[in-house]
């Protein structure tokens, strides 16, 4: 899903906009961004603490869904039936689906006989299926009922309002919504593997729903169409709209297939949706490509104008405000993340969200110039470290604002992706990705962020841990601290801390590149951050004049600051290059006092390996020391100078 206030952010890549105004926008987009944010997480700071979202039993498991609703735009009222096709696990002769108490049962039927039910009062409905069924057996029946749905905050899942004029009807069930209009089970555990729809309406109107359009009728003033669809899908992702839509029919080649595109677009807005035609199919074909074949490909894909300011990735069939091209990615990435592979739980939504985060991001890095995407890259990481706390993974599921947490959920998630595949590196980024696509435990079902986690190690054959505790589980982000100085000849000697924002981390071990150059010269170098006060030397073949920590944006940092310093920090005056010295390195003393001074080195037993009397030092000097007496190691090395406090350096050979 997409809400306006998220999708306020990327304003400047609306489509149409020219280029060169995208980018004056950004100062703009941000202030209406936080305004909009703030109006939006005010208006959802209603939470549902203590509230049950789905009673459903897991004594069933659905396979087919046989869904007739009639629907009146102009009318807040639905009225259906939902046939339920089943695989009993354990032996019972009742289930549990979860439905509003708003919603009254007529009958609940099995091939036309009655079946008795039963309604707790606690949003549910228990269907008695009349003797026991034992794990296997199959079996099905069907619910018919109708009501006004409850208007739940702080996405009313059911909704009508009007367009030019004009009624329309829509719904929108992510989170917890599904219950509102339909007997199902609420939750994240269990996909239909198959979904026929038939929407009725005054036969003024048009409905859309997901999947194939099968055949429509017009008989006594009404038009019933038939949808199919037949691949897995998640409860939230099933929906319907109607109105006066006009329909526009193309089609996107997908490697060897052609595959249809159906859009509903409100007649006032037909341009725009046709306008959008070949943004739609380019933005399918990259995902395609990039990742793997588009998960409904024997079907087809679409966009409904609806009445919700924002999008909502409805399996095959993307609701949208606008054809703004964030909007058309995000929603896009999304059949791949998060209808394909749903979240399985919402404390994971970042699984969805991150990754159409990181399309947006990717289809900007393919088709915009780098100035634009460092643009859209600095307004992501200044919004996330906006705050010094919060945490990728959702702490409160009851709270929908923070499961839609665009700073976290959504920014942040991406930004965790943005940075694995900044430290894993393209190949077993892209690899492990289309690897949890593929995963035969996840495709089509649900994924946890350790599946994920699970792909990234086994591709890179690296322990992930640390990163997923420190920037999933963890909270807030590092702040550098870079002291630099040239260390004579073509080296530079780096010093490199981090503070860190909030307590739960205490440490970001990544790699931090660093830009350095003078005015002819430029060269970036990534410096694998381990520790704080770390000591570094980089060859670079000329000497700097300025220093830049990560100048490409690969990284969640903030509040940065860089010294150049005209000695050596951290170790008195004092440098050695290189370290991990040779057979001998350079000492470089600088801005001591004149007079007698000792160098000496010592394994790290405390045993004097190596020492040396200077009985004339001049206070700035360089030394080289021969070290080929040394086996491989590390070394303190320690310099006195008179009584003055000695500087000790550790050095590996
Ligand atoms: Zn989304």
């Known amino acids: 899903m997409s809400t306006r206030a998220f999708f306020f952010v990327f304003l400047m890549f609306m489509n149409g906009v020219p280029l060169a105004q995208k980018k004056e926008l950004v100062t703009e987009v941000q202030e209406i961004a936080a305004s909009e944010m703030k109006a939006a997480l005010l208006k959802q700071q209603m939470t549902m603490a203590g509230t049950v979202f789905s009673k459903a039993s897991n004594n069933f498991d659905i396979h087919y869904l046989n869904c007739q609703w009639k ?16 695989t009993m696990v354990q032996r019972s002769n009742i289930v549990t689906l979860d439905l509003m108490d708003d919603l009254k049962v007529d009958s609940v039927t099995s091939a036309g006989v009655k079946l008795n039910f039963y309604r707790p009062f606690d949003n549910s409905i228990v269907v008695s299926l009349g003797s026991f069924l034992d794990p296997g057996q199959k079996g099905s029946f069907e619910i018919h009922y109708n009501g006004v749905p409850p208007a739940s905050a702080p996405f009313s899942s059911f909704t009508n309002s009007s367009h030019a004029g004009v009624p329309v009807i829509w719904t929108l069930s992510e989170p917890y919504g599904s219950r509102d209009w339909w007997p199902c089970k609420n939750g994240l555990n269990d996909k239909a593997d198959s979904i026929d729809i038939s929407i009725t309406t005054p036969d003024q109107y048009t409905s859309s729903a997901n999947g194939l359009l099968v055949h429509e009728t017009v008989q006594g003033g009404f038009r019933t169409t038939h949808w199919k669809h037949r691949y897995p899908i998640a409860t939230y992702l099933v929906a319907l709209a109607a109105t006066n839509y006009t329909i526009l029919n193309s089609s996107v080649k997908l490697g060897n297939v052609t595959m249809p595109i159906m859009e509903h677009a409100y007649p006032e807005k037909v341009a725009e949706m046709a306008n959008a035609a070949a943004l739609t199919a380019r933005t399918l074909q990259l995902l395609h490509n990039s990742f793997t074949p588009y998960p409904f490909i024997n079907e087809r894909y679409g966009h409904t104008h609806w009445g919700f300011g924002g999008g909502m990735e409805h399996q095959t069939n993307s609701f949208m405000v606008n054809m703004s091209e964030t909007l058309v990615v995000h929603e896009a990435a999304h059949q791949w993340f998060g209808d394909k592979i749903t979240c399985g739980s919402w404390r994971d939504i970042w699984l969805n969200e991150g990754y159409a985060v990181f399309c947006v991001n990717y289809n900007v890095e393919k088709h ?21 706390n919060g945490g990728v993974y959702v702490d409160d599921t009851t709270n929908t604002a923070r499961i839609f947490d665009a700073r976290l959920t959504y920014n942040k998630g991406g930004w965790v992706l943005q940075m694995l595949r900044w430290k894993l590196g393209d190949a077993v980024f892209f690899r492990a990705t289309r690897n949890y696509l ?6 089509y079902s649900y994924a946890k962020t350790t599946d994920l986690k699970k792909h990234f190690e086994r ?37 490199l801390s981090q503070t860190t924002s909030d307590t739960s981390v205490d440490f970001f071990e990544m ?20 520790r704080n006060a770390q000591m570094d030397f980089f060859k670079l073949g000329f000497i700097p004049d300025s220093a830049f920590i990560d100048p490409k944006i690969k990284l969640i940092s903030a509040n940065n600051t860089v010294v150049k310093a005209d000695l050596f920090p951290n170790a008195g005056n004092a440098a050695v290059f290189p370290n991990p010295i040779g057979d001998q390195f350079s000492l470089l003393l600088k801005g001591m006092s004149e007079g007698e001074l000792y160098i000496s080195i010592y394994n790290t037993a405390g045993a004097l390996v190596w020492r040396k009397r200077y009985g004339n030092f001049k206070g700035d000097e360089l030394f080289v020391i021969p070290t080929t007496q040394l086996s491989p190691g590390n070394y303190w090395l320690k310099i006195n100078k008179d009584a003055e406090a000695p500087i000790v350096l550790r050095v590996m050979k």
């Open 368 to 388: 915009y110039p780098e100035n634009t995407l460092l643009n859209l890259y600095r307004s992501q990481v200044n919004n996330i470290t906006s705050k010094p």
């Open 71 to 86: 629907v009146d735009p102009a009318v807040r009222y639905i009225q259906g039936s939902v046939l339920t096709g089943f």
């Open 511 to 530: 790699p931090v590149p660093i830009r350095f150059k003078n005015a002819t010269r430029d060269t970036i170098i990534v410096l694998n951050h381990t």
């Open 459 to 495: 591709e890179s054959g690296m322990d992930l841990t640390d990163f997923f505790n420190d920037w999933v589980y963890g909270q807030g982000f590092p702040s550098y601290k870079l002291q630099w100085a040239a260390a004579g000849g073509a080296w530079v000697q780096t010093t």
């Open 438 to 443: 593929n995963d035969t435990a996840l495709r």
